[in-house]
């Protein structure tokens, strides 16, 4: 399997990943996410650290660890409307 992008991911997991940058003040277009082998990058649009999640991590799918880290401020302040 190639590289895919969020947009090539099934829709529940959009959706996830979509209602966890909602529930923190962002949305989802404020990251890039992309997806090769057993791992998920998450990077901030306006630059920062990216941030790779296993998604083979036991029972917690990757968007739960993603959400976790917007609880600890990882990626900062949401992006200005």
Do not use: I
Request: aromatic share 10%; with cysteine.
């Amino acid at each position: 399997m190639g590289r895919q992008s969020l947009h090539d991911m099934p829709l529940a997991v959009r959706e996830a990943f979509a209602d966890a940058c909602a529930r923190h003040g962002f949305v989802w277009e404020d990251f890039e996410v992309s997806a090769d082998a057993d791992v998920v990058s998450v990077a901030p649009v306006a630059g920062g650290d990216l941030r790779a999640y296993p998604t083979a991590a036991g029972d917690v799918p990757w968007t739960v660890a993603f959400e976790r880290d917007l609880a600890l401020d990882v990626f900062g302040p949401p992006l200005a409307d």
